[in-house]
């Protein structure tokens, strides 16, 4: 239904060589856990479901790597949610209406705080960026 919030629990930046030459940037995002959760909304709780993520940025040559660790509260269906936990729990995935979602709102989150971090310790951008070609 709806991704409620993404929180950063640790953001590591390793910068062990200055950027030169040609650069690759490497970037995953990957599901470490899910789980139910209960979040208070007023005098009421819902059930909600917590992904446990980690996002790594990797500059090659052994330039530089980020790593944001976190999680993302999501809000659904209780039924949906005790789907999801039963999928996770048989084989560690999740129904791709749930995941696209999911792994959308935490790209669109870490690329974003890895651009704002790269301009920090001077790495090129993680992600292209838009380019004018006038004729």
């Given at each position: 239904?709806?991704?409620?919030?993404?929180?950063?629990n640790?953001?590591?930046?390793?910068?062990?060589?200055?950027?030169?030459?040609?650069?690759?940037?490497?970037?995953?995002?990957?599901?470490?856990?899910?789980?139910?959760?209960?979040?208070t909304?007023g005098?009421?709780?819902?059930?909600?479901?917590?992904f446990?993520?980690?996002?790594?940025v990797?500059?090659?040559?052994?330039?530089?790597?980020?790593?944001f660790?976190g999680?993302?509260?999501?809000?659904?269906?209780?039924?949906?949610?005790?789907?999801?936990?039963?999928?996770?729990?048989?084989?560690?995935?999740?129904?791709?209406?749930?995941?696209?979602?999911?792994?959308?709102?935490?790209?669109?989150?870490?690329?974003?705080?890895?651009?704002?971090?790269?301009?920090?310790?001077?790495?090129?951008?993680?992600?292209?960026?838009?380019?004018?070609?006038?004729?």
């Amino acid at each position: 239904m709806s991704v409620i919030g993404i929180q950063f629990n640790k953001i590591i930046i390793d910068k062990k060589n200055t950027a030169k030459g040609k650069i690759n940037v490497n970037n995953n995002v990957a599901v470490k856990d899910v789980y139910k959760t209960d979040l208070t909304f007023g005098t009421s709780k819902q059930n909600t479901l917590q992904f446990d993520f980690e996002f790594k940025v990797h500059y090659d040559p052994g330039i530089a790597d980020m790593t944001f660790t976190g999680f993302l509260t999501y809000f659904e269906k209780p039924e949906v949610i005790e789907a999801v936990l039963a999928s996770w729990k048989k084989d560690k995935k999740v129904p791709k209406e749930v995941m696209t979602p999911v792994l959308n709102s935490l790209l669109a989150k870490c690329n974003i705080e890895a651009l704002v971090f790269s301009r920090e310790v001077n790495l090129p951008p993680p992600i292209p960026m838009p380019k004018v070609d006038l004729k």
